[in-house]
C-alpha cells in the first residue's frame, strides 16, 4: 500500500507537499488519487494523477492550489498545497486507482494510515 507522508502544522497562506511512497509496479500500473478526510465528516477525493501523468480534478476549490506530480525514480507521489486554508486542515490520504476517471471512490486496495495536515496561525 501507498504511505502518505509529508503533514505538520502550516500557517494560512502556506505552502506544503506531501509525499506519497508507492512501488515501481505501482506507478506503472495504477493512478495514485489523493483524498482527505475531517472527523466526523465524509472522506472526499482531491485529485488524481494516471499513470501517463494526466491529472483529474475532482475538487473544485483546490485547482489553482493543488497539483500533483510523480517521481517514478523515487516511487513516490507528490502533492504540492499552496495558498493553503485553514478548512483545508485534514487527514490526507493516498491510494491507488484502476483509472482517474469513473467513480471517485473506486479504489485498489485499502487506505493507509494517513498524514496529519493542519492549517492555523
Known amino acids: 500500500q501507498p504511505v502518505e507522508s509529508g503533514g505538520g502544522l502550516v500557517q494560512p497562506g502556506g505552502s506544503l507537499r506531501l509525499s506519497c511512497i508507492t512501488s515501481?509496479?505501482?506507478?506503472?500500473?495504477?493512478?495514485i488519487g489523493w483524498f482527505r478526510q475531517v472527523p466526523g465528516k465524509e472522506r472526499e477525493g482531491l485529485l488524481c494523477?494516471?499513470?501517463?501523468?494526466?491529472?483529474?480534478y475532482y475538487k473544485d476549490s483546490v485547482k489553482g492550489r493543488f497539483t500533483v506530480s510523480r517521481d517514478t525514480a523515487k516511487d513516490t507521489v507528490y502533492l504540492q498545497m499552496n495558498s493553503l486554508l485553514p478548512e483545508d486542515t485534514a487527514v490526507y490520504y493516498c491510494?491507488?486507482?484502476?483509472?482517474?476517471?469513473?467513480?471517485?471512490?473506486?479504489?485498489?486496495?485499502?487506505w493507509g494510515q494517513g498524514t496529519q495536515v493542519t492549517v492555523s496561525s
Open positions: 515501481p509496479l505501482t506507478l506503472d500500473r495504477y493512478a
Open positions: 491510494i491507488r486507482k484502476e483509472y482517474c476517471s469513473g467513480y471517485v471512490f473506486e479504489i485498489v486496495g485499502s
Open positions: 494523477i494516471n499513470n501517463d501523468d494526466r491529472i483529474k
